[in-house]
C-alpha cells in the first residue's frame, strides 16, 4: 500500500509539474511569452492571453508586439475517430498586432501582405527583426 501511495504521488508530481523547457519571458513591462508545451505557446499581456498557440517568431518594441503563428488545426492521429488531439498546421501562417498604446489586436491576418498593410496605416514603416521562439530561455515564474 505504502509503494501504491509513494508510486502515485510521484506520478502526480511528474505530470503536474512544469517541463524543462517550458518557459515565460517577459516581452516588456505588459507582456510576456508563456510556453506551456511544444505545442502551446502563447503571448498574454496584462495577464490576459492575446495571442494564442502557436507563436513560432515575434518582435516587439516599445509600441507594439508582432507574431507570427501556426494554427493547432491539424489532427495528429485522423484515422482514429476518438483521439482528437491536435498539432500545428505547420503550411498555414497568421500574421498578428498588438498596439501596447492603443490597447487594441489585429489579426490573424491571413497574408504578409495584408498584414504590411495594416502596419502602412498604423504608420509603422520600419523592418521587422523576427525572434524564433525557441531562442528564449526559462525565467522563473
Not at 504608420?123 to 531562442?135: D, F, G, P, Q
Request: glycine share 2%; hydrophobic share 35%; charged share 25%.
Amino acid at each position: 500500500m505504502r509503494k501504491s501511495y509513494i508510486f502515485l504521488t510521484v506520478m502526480l508530481l511528474i505530470g503536474c509539474a512544469p517541463g524543462v523547457a517550458d518557459y515565460m519571458y517577459e516581452i516588456n513591462d505588459q507582456c510576456s511569452l508563456n510556453r506551456a508545451n511544444v505545442h502551446t505557446i502563447e503571448i498574454s499581456c496584462m495577464n490576459e492571453v492575446r495571442i494564442e498557440r502557436k507563436v513560432y517568431e515575434l518582435s516587439w518594441n516599445k509600441r507594439f508586439v508582432f507574431a507570427k503563428t501556426n494554427p493547432v488545426t491539424v489532427r495528429k492521429y485522423p484515422e482514429s475517430s476518438k483521439n482528437n488531439y491536435k498539432i500545428p498546421d505547420y503550411k498555414t501562417t497568421y500574421w498578428w498586432i498588438i498596439d501596447l498604446l492603443d490597447q487594441a489586436q489585429y489579426g490573424p491576418f491571413e497574408t504578409e501582405d495584408d498584414f504590411l498593410t495594416k502596419l502602412k496605416s498604423l504608420s509603422y514603416n520600419n523592418e521587422i527583426e523576427w525572434t524564433s521562439v525557441n531562442t528564449f530561455r526559462k525565467q522563473e515564474k
